[in-house]
């Protein structure tokens, strides 16, 4: 298989990028991270670029760091090296675990972090995260730079609030306490997920001060699992309530059904994987009292 012929770029700033994206504009203009989803799409010629903008060589888009109580995470850092991120780790540890469910650690190596929340498919991992953790996604175009919320970011099945001469520059994620966890349901290792759920539950004592769910793999973009919030916060919970939650966000799903089940069956997928990652984030909240 082979890629329809195209124009290659390797911008050395954003500005250049972004310069270039408007340039190419009628040309279809994409920007080329780690290449692990647009380049197989190239292949099929699913997606024929005219031109490719490549950012392998933006410095500026490869730091982690923190500001404060926010773990700062340029959009080319690549997906192995925040799922070892000691930073990552302390200020964000559901988006570390959530990382280590990507694929298989070649693409992971390859796979950029900002890549896959821009892309958008609503059966990966982090763009899951980065709703249950209410990112900031930061963007860079000729207007100049603005922040996205992750509730606002994500539009439809690999489409984004992104304009066409923008790019994501940053992934800035608040410091969480509690209990986190991040779990998926998949027919085998490293392929997409059929459910994905990443949770963080926040105990003060016994009792449940905030919750934050989001599922993937169930809808034409991550959702927010609001039922399951409400159900949970201010509780003093147990089993009991812990199958309510998930039986309430159950209740408010409608997944499309394909070839790997029925729609009634990721329902009930999404019920049991959501009991799973609740419990799993409650019981880390509860060890960390």
């Known amino acids: 298989m082979k890629p329809p012929p195209f124009h290659y770029a390797a911008p050395t700033s954003v500005a250049e990028a972004v310069a270039l994206l408007g340039a ?3 040309d279809d203009a994409r920007v080329l991270a780690g290449g692990q989803s647009l380049v197989p799409l190239m292949n099929f010629r699913l997606a024929q670029p005219g031109w490719l903008v490549d950012l392998r060589r933006i410095d500026e888009l490869g730091h982690i760091r923190t500001d404060g109580d926010t773990l700062v995470i340029g959009a080319m850092v690549r997906q192995s090296e925040a799922e070892h991120s000691p930073e990552v780790a302390v200020v964000a540890p ?25 892309h958008a498919d609503p059966a990966a991992e982090l763009p899951a995260v980065a709703l249950a953790l209410d990112a900031e996604l930061v963007v860079a175009g000729p207007r100049g730079t603005r922040r996205i919320a992750a509730d606002a970011f994500f539009r439809g099945p690999f489409s984004t609030a992104l304009e066409a001469d923008e790019i994501l520059t940053e992934v800035r994620v608040p410091r969480r306490a509690g209990g986190h966890a991040f779990v998926e349901f998949t027919r085998t290792h490293g392929t997409f997920a059929l459910v994905g759920v990443a949770a963080v539950v926040e105990l003060d004592g016994d009792t449940v001060t905030r919750a934050s769910v989001a599922l993937s793999g169930v809808g034409p973009t991550p959702v927010r699992a609001a039922a399951a919030e409400q159900a949970l ?5 147990d089993a009991d309530t812990v199958r309510a939650a998930a039986d309430a966000a159950a209740a408010d799903l409608s997944p499309a059904g394909d070839v790997h089940g029925s729609s009634e069956t990721r329902t009930d997928i999404a019920r049991s994987t959501l009991r799973r990652g609740i419990a799993l984030a409650l019981q880390r909240a509860q060890d960390r009292r």
């Open 233 to 237: 916060t201010g509780t003093a919970p």
């Open 94 to 118: 559901l988006l570390a675990e959530a990382l280590g469910y990507v694929a298989h650690a070649p693409i992971r190596n390859s796979g950029t972090v900002g890549g896959s929340i821009a």
């Open 24 to 26: 190419h504009a009628d």
